[in-house]
């Protein structure tokens, strides 16, 4: 549990002022509460202040308060209780909070914190040189399933590699922050299998339920197999000195991009020859069930193979992975 106190007087400023467009955001988000109720608003209001700020002073804790109508002493119970809270400066491109609890121990968070200290500082809390980034150890974020993760601001970055977070840092770091996309690194669709479905793949539990006489329960109904028989195995290459790195197409994480090397898949404009058939089988193959055409594999590639990142940004208006 992390001791958390305000920061020392000599960095606090002495006064707190809502923006004119976050006063009135202020005013109508305590509206939403029942009369009465107004302090709850407390969470909102502190974040609003932080996002103004960078992080949250005291000046803004005691203005808050103010607002509510809430003693000091309350506001001051919250500000200091939630880890989303920064009581002091932190960096202005990324603060990562790295989540240090049990499961995301055990799935290497002690690497991911590594990778802090290595790029940003020794200790927790401490800016780099430039002042752009900081980290700290936090409790559980609630995405165990996916451990082990880091919080940047508001969004989540899971099942990360030390690779990938150093990879994340950097990209913050260069100022491209809201291009990095939140949620797994390693491909898969929020906290679902990797390898698509492993149970509820057939109707025997039903068939046993009938055979002993009990009501039989519904099976799930069995999605749509997609068999890599049921297409055609696109046209595979010699491994050249020079992969691209099609891990740029959204939804390819570290995993799927080895899936596809190891079926001689190592350019975009491999990807971007793909038809219907070839679609189909790799789809079975990686038992993906329609992602290759939900994520639009085929146009992303095309992009990157006709004119990289500039041409990427121009026909999906915003850059890759
Ligand atoms: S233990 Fe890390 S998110 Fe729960």
Same mark, same amino acid.
């Given at each position: 549990?992390?001791?958390?106190?305000?920061?020392?007087?000599?960095?606090?400023?002495?006064?707190?002022?809502?923006?004119?467009?976050?006063?009135?955001?202020?005013?109508?988000?305590?509206?939403?509460?029942?009369?009465?109720?107004?302090?709850?608003?407390?969470?909102?209001?502190?974040?609003?202040?932080?996002?103004?700020?960078?992080?949250?002073?005291?000046?803004?804790?005691?203005?808050?308060?103010?607002?509510?109508?809430?003693?000091?002493?309350?506001?001051?119970?919250?500000?200091?209780?939630?880890?989303?809270?920064?009581?002091?400066?932190?960096?202005?491109?990324?603060?990562?909070?790295?989540?240090?609890?049990?499961?995301? $121990? @055990?799935? /290497?968070?002690?690497?991911? *914190?590594?990778?802090?200290? #290595?790029? =940003?500082?020794?200790?927790? %809390? &401490?800016?780099?040189?430039?002042?752009?980034?900081?980290?700290?150890?936090?409790?559980?974020?609630?995405?165990?399933?996916?451990?082990?993760?880091?919080?940047?601001?508001?969004?989540?970055?899971?099942?990360?590699?030390?690779?990938?977070?150093?990879?994340?840092?950097?990209?913050?770091?260069?100022?491209?922050?809201?291009?990095?996309?939140?949620?797994?690194?390693?491909?898969?669709?929020?906290?679902?299998?990797?390898?698509?479905?492993?149970?509820?793949?057939?109707?025997?539990?039903?068939?046993?339920?009938?055979?002993?006489?009990?009501?039989?329960?519904?099976?799930?109904?069995?999605?749509?197999?997609?068999?890599?028989?049921?297409?055609?195995?696109?046209?595979?290459?010699?491994?050249?000195?020079?992969?691209?790195?099609?891990? $740029? @197409?959204? /939804?390819?994480?570290?995993? *799927?991009?080895?899936?596809? #090397?190891? =079926?001689?898949?190592?350019? %975009? &404009?491999?990807?971007?020859?793909?038809?219907?058939?070839?679609?189909?089988?790799?789809?079975?193959?990686?038992?993906?069930?329609?992602?290759?055409?939900?994520?639009?594999?085929?146009?992303?590639?095309?992009?990157?193979?006709?004119?990289?990142?500039?041409?990427?940004?121009?026909?999906?208006?915003?850059?890759?992975?």
């Amino acid at each position: 549990m992390s001791v958390r106190r305000l920061a020392e007087d000599s960095i606090q400023p002495e006064q707190f002022r809502f923006s004119r467009e976050n006063a009135a955001w202020a005013k109508a988000t305590i509206k939403k509460y029942p009369k009465g109720r107004q302090q709850s608003a407390i969470i909102p209001l502190l974040m609003r202040a932080q996002e103004q700020d960078g992080w949250v002073t005291k000046a803004a804790i005691e203005s808050v308060a103010d607002m509510l109508q809430m003693p000091y002493i309350r506001a001051l119970e919250v500000a200091t209780f939630y880890t989303q809270f920064q009581l002091k400066p932190v960096g202005t491109h990324a603060h990562v909070q790295v989540c240090g609890t049990t499961p995301c $121990m @055990l799935r /290497g968070s002690e690497d991911l *914190i590594k990778v802090c200290k #290595n790029k =940003i500082s020794e200790h927790q %809390f &401490e800016t780099n040189e430039a002042g752009t980034l900081s980290w700290e150890e936090v409790e559980c974020q609630g995405a165990c399933v996916n451990a082990p993760m880091v919080m940047i601001f508001k969004d989540a970055y899971e099942d990360l590699t030390p690779e990938q977070l150093a990879d994340i840092i950097d990209r913050f770091e260069a100022g491209e922050g809201e291009n990095v996309t939140p949620g797994p690194q390693n491909g898969r669709h929020l906290s679902a299998p990797i390898g698509g479905l492993t149970t509820l793949t057939d109707g025997k539990a039903n068939a046993g339920a009938k055979s002993n006489g009990k009501a039989a329960v519904k099976a799930p109904k069995k999605p749509k197999e997609v068999a890599a028989s049921d297409g055609v195995k696109p046209a595979a290459m010699e491994e050249p000195d020079e992969k691209d790195d099609l891990k $740029m @197409l959204s /939804g390819v994480g570290p995993k *799927i991009e080895g899936v596809l #090397n190891s =079926i001689g898949i190592f350019k %975009f &404009e491999q990807v971007a020859a793909w038809k219907e058939a070839e679609c189909a089988w790799v789809d079975g193959f990686l038992k993906f069930k329609g992602r290759i055409e939900r994520e639009q594999w085929v146009k992303q590639a095309e992009a990157l193979a006709k004119g990289g990142v500039e041409e990427y940004v121009r026909v999906f208006g915003k850059k890759p992975r």
